[in-house]
């Protein structure tokens, strides 16, 4: 059975920076793409990172040039770097996989394309 488990949430103030980690087991190799996601109070889930098989990353237009997303297949750990951090980013950050679809706009990507969930790690910035 797949299970997800996500970590390096917390609280930073504006400016500051957190790296998400999520580990995968049940898996003998990860497969098909992965994703971070977010929701805040009130708000629907969205997608705020997708990184596919061959490592291509596409990104929310809010997150881009601040926020990486990237995996270690070995060991089967996704990643998210945050940097810049801004109050807007405070939500429940949760990571997804087997995901098989791949769209070339970002918009399109939507948390009914990814099979597996995590239970999500809160990130709050203060500021």
């Known amino acids: 059975q797949v299970?997800?488990?996500?970590?390096?949430?917390?609280s930073v103030q504006a400016g500051g920076s957190l790296l998400l980690s999520c580990v995968a087991s049940g898996y003998t190799?990860?497969?098909?793409h992965m994703a971070w996601f977010r929701q805040a109070p009130g708000k629907e889930r969205e997608a705020?990172?997708?990184?596919?098989?061959?490592g291509a990353a596409k990104y929310a237009s809010s997150v881009k040039s601040r926020f990486?997303?990237?995996?270690?297949t070995?060991?089967?750990?996704l990643y998210l770097q945050m940097n810049s951090l801004e109050p807007e980013d405070t939500a429940?950050?949760?990571?997804a996989t087997g995901g098989s679809n791949w769209y070339y706009s970002f918009?399109?990507?939507?948390?009914?394309?990814?099979r597996?969930?995590?239970q999500g790690t809160q990130v709050t910035v203060s500021s």
């Not at 918009?107 to 990814?114: L, M, V, Y």
């Open 107 to 114: 918009e399109s990507f939507g948390a009914a394309d990814f």
């Open 48 to 54: 705020v990172a997708v990184i596919g098989e061959g």
């Open 92 to 95: 429940m950050y949760y990571c």
């Open 29 to 32: 190799r990860i497969r098909g």
């Open 3 to 10: 299970q997800l488990v996500e970590s390096g949430g917390g």
């Open 74 to 77: 070995n060991k089967n750990v």
């Open 116 to 118: 597996y969930w995590g």
């Open 68 to 72: 990486t997303i990237s995996k270690d």
